[in-house]
């Protein structure tokens, strides 16, 4: 079983938004998923439970210290959405399943800010610093056209001690499926295919890494 682990200690930067596509992209490539939902507000878990009948179900638990001990037998992909401020001690439940970290960042200097003190707290995870457990950066809800996000990304480049593996637009696309359970990789249409393509480095990486 392939599990990873999505954190960052600011709320609000797209946690939930790459458990779900990613869900989305095992499943519908005939995975067995599911979620591990450590947030308090279990949007997660509301999302997998929305899930029409006409696409791959996922499968959603709440998290907790034995939370791997109630997935299904079969699971092949286990995604673990944990909570805004989340710390090492929240972290621990999940760190030796983990087969990779992911941190979503926002363009924003504030987020910027959060996020490096985040990485420093991984740093000092045992796994980590081993070379055991990678971590990878993902940009999220970026304008790539505007200076801004182009500024960013190059600051997260140049001072975070992981590598940023993805960069991800901006789009209500994500906004409204997630109302429907669904995700981009439900879809085959031409409209979702530059969306689909934003995500391409990002799961080659978690290949490479796993």
Same mark, same amino acid.
């Given at each position: 079983?392939?599990?990873?682990?999505?954190?960052?200690?600011?709320?609000?930067?797209?946690?939930?938004?790459?458990?779900?596509?990613?869900?989305?992209?095992?499943?519908?490539?005939?995975?067995?998923?599911?979620?591990?939902?450590?947030?308090?507000?279990?949007?997660?878990?509301?999302?997998?439970?929305?899930?029409?009948?006409?696409?791959?179900?996922?499968?959603?638990?709440?998290?907790?210290?034995?939370?791997?001990?109630?997935?299904?037998?079969?699971?092949?992909?286990?995604?673990?959405?944990?909570?805004?401020?989340?710390?090492?001690?929240?972290?621990?439940?999940?760190?030796?399943?983990?087969?990779?970290?992911?941190? @979503? =960042?926002?363009?924003?200097?504030? %987020?910027?800010? *959060?996020?490096?003190?985040?990485?420093?707290?991984?740093? !000092? #995870?045992?796994?980590?610093?081993?070379?055991?457990?990678?971590?990878?950066?993902?940009?999220?809800?970026?304008?790539?056209?505007?200076?801004?996000?182009?500024?960013?990304?190059?600051?997260?480049?140049?001072?975070?001690?992981? @590598? =940023?593996?993805?960069?991800?637009? %901006?789009?209500? *696309?994500?906004?409204?499926?997630?109302?429907?359970?669904? !995700? #981009?990789?439900?879809?085959?249409?031409?409209?979702?295919?530059?969306?689909?393509?934003?995500?391409?480095?990002?799961?080659?990486?978690?290949?490479?890494?796993?």
């Amino acid at each position: 079983m392939l599990t990873t682990l999505v954190a960052s200690s600011k709320g609000g930067c797209g946690k939930t938004t790459l458990v779900t596509q990613l869900a989305t992209h095992w499943a519908q490539a005939g995975k067995h998923t599911a979620i591990i939902d450590a947030d308090r507000q279990h949007s997660s878990l509301r999302w997998a439970g929305r899930r029409p009948e006409n696409v791959p179900a996922v499968t959603a638990i709440e998290g907790s210290r034995k939370a791997f001990d109630r997935l299904p037998g079969d699971t092949q992909r286990a995604i673990v959405d944990t909570p805004a401020g989340v710390d090492e001690k929240d972290m621990e439940p999940y760190l030796d399943k983990a087969d990779v970290i992911l941190v @979503p =960042v926002l363009p924003s200097t504030f %987020d910027l800010d *959060a996020t490096l003190d985040f990485l420093k707290v991984l740093q !000092g #995870i045992s796994r980590v610093k081993r070379g055991k457990l990678p971590v990878g950066l993902v940009g999220n809800r970026l304008k790539p056209w505007t200076n801004a996000s182009q500024q960013a990304m190059a600051e997260l480049a140049e001072r975070a001690p992981f @590598p =940023v593996v993805a960069e991800l637009r %901006d789009s209500q *696309a994500y906004v409204l499926l997630t109302a429907l359970g669904k !995700g #981009i990789f439900d879809y085959h249409s031409e409209n979702v295919r530059g969306h689909q393509d934003d995500w391409a480095k990002l799961l080659r990486w978690i290949k490479r890494s796993t």
